[in-house]
């Protein structure tokens, strides 16, 4: 069984955190602040665990079902985008790659997906 991806958002993020970046990240996941940061933090949970879900149930990820994988994609598609806008204290590139890791192990091209 694939490892589950919800707990994968409430890791600490890699790289050197020399402004605290890190600890605001971890800060507004564990608890987020009213507006963006919760919207965001509840909207890549329920995706996340959507997938953990199928997972869980069928015992095979969701990218290898022909129909929810591709509308859990699509799902992504705008999550990615959305991290163009206001992320509090969140951090879009952590954001990104948590995305990006989690589209690449369904056997996703995160480069070919709109």
């Known amino acids: 069984m694939k490892a589950n ?20 990240h971890r800060d507004a996941v564990q608890c987020p602040r009213p507006g ?10 329920g995706w996340l665990r959507y997938a953990d879900a199928v997972q869980s149930r069928w015992e095979s990820g969701i990218g290898k079902d022909g129909v929810l994988g ?23 590139g952590t954001i990104d790659a948590l995305l990006v890791n989690a ?8 480069n070919n997906i709109s």
Not at 8 to 14: F, Y
């Open 5 to 24: 991806y919800r707990d994968r958002l409430t890791a600490t993020p890699k790289g050197v955190s020399d402004n605290g970046w890190k600890e605001r």
């Open 36 to 45: 963006y940061e919760r919207a965001l933090v509840e909207m890549l949970s």
């Open 70 to 92: 591709s509308e859990w994609v699509a799902i992504s598609s705008g999550l990615r985008g959305l991290l163009n806008g206001d992320l509090g204290r969140l951090d879009g």
């Open 103 to 110: 589209l690449q192990e369904e056997g996703f091209d995160p």
